[in-house]
């Protein structure tokens, strides 16, 4: 088993100033997700908004990976790769984001409602984000990988959701991709030990439907196996003094925040 590298009061700074600067990203994002607006538009101007604040963008090149940013609409769970198809009234789309600056990384995501969306697809995204929170609730002292993904299954699992077992959570540092993994399923009281210092992405997939995937041939993208809509939503969070600290928010993209330093 690889070791986890846990993080000083001055690294996990460092690390909330990369989360909260994609957080700015996305709420940046946010304005622009209007029908019409393909997600290479999006793509590009996150690009150009990391590169302003002296990022770059974690995604660019990792393992070939050709853009800034994951965008996946509707069906699509995760990995999207942007390109020239409008988005359109009542679609929803996740995009993840990475910022690499100062030697670390931040990684979090939202999945947004473009225009206005069925309503049993807003239940989605409530009950996903519901989800999230309720997983980074149980990263805390006295607990285990484990209690993260059981409380995250039974969940979604108690909305008729399907939870994707195929990409999980992950501890995140200098690497965007450290140990331990941190799945959305599981039992509780087992696997690693929580600790002070760990700092992990938790970042549920939960689909309407079936919890079973395809991997499509672009080599990236990943849609559900019965064609309905998937949510995701992605925090960076580090335990200290034996309870959460979300270094991501949603804020900028909720409450209208002013995005700009
Ligand atoms: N953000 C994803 C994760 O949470 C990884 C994106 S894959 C990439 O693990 F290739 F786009 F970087
Ligand atoms: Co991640």
């Known amino acids: 088993m690889k070791t986890i590298i846990l993080k000083s009061t001055e690294e996990i700074e460092i690390m909330r100033e990369n989360a909260l600067l994609v957080s700015r ?16 538009q999006l793509d590009k101007l996150a690009a150009e908004f990391l590169g302003d604040y002296g990022a770059v963008s974690s995604f660019l090149g990792y ?4 853009n800034s940013i994951c965008t996946s609409v509707n069906e699509q769970v995760v990995h999207g790769i942007p390109n020239n198809r409008p988005l359109k009234d009542g679609d929803i789309i996740s995009i993840d984001c990475g910022a690499y600056k100062n030697g670390y990384h931040g990684d979090h995501a939202y999945t947004f409602e473009v225009g206005e969306v069925a309503p049993e697809t807003k239940k989605l995204l409530k009950v996903t984000k519901e989800c999230l929170y309720k997983g980074i609730e149980q990263f805390k002292k006295g607990n285990k990988i484990g209690d993260i993904g059981y409380t995250i299954q039974s969940h979604a699992e108690s909305h008729g959701y399907g939870v994707v077992r195929e990409l999980i ?3 995140i540092g200098r690497e965007m991709h450290e140990p331990p993994e941190v799945p959305n399923f599981g039992l509780p009281r087992k696997g690693t030990k929580l600790k002070n210092g760990m ?6 997939m939960i689909n309407m439907g079936t919890k079973d995937v395809l991997h499509l041939n672009d080599g990236w993208t990943i849609i559900t ?13 580090a335990l200290v003094n034996g309870v959460p600290d979300i270094l991501s928010t949603f804020d900028y993209i909720e409450k209208d925040l002013p995005f700009e330093k």
């Open 169 to 171: 959570g992950h501890g």
């Open 225 to 237: 196996r019965d064609g309905k809509p998937s949510a995701h939503f992605e925090h960076d969070v």
């Open 25 to 40: 990203t996305l709420g940046m994002l946010a304005k622009h997700l209007i029908p019409g607006v393909t997600t290479l």
């Open 199 to 204: 700092v992990v992405a938790i970042e549920p």
């Open 63 to 66: 393992h070939g990976y050709p």
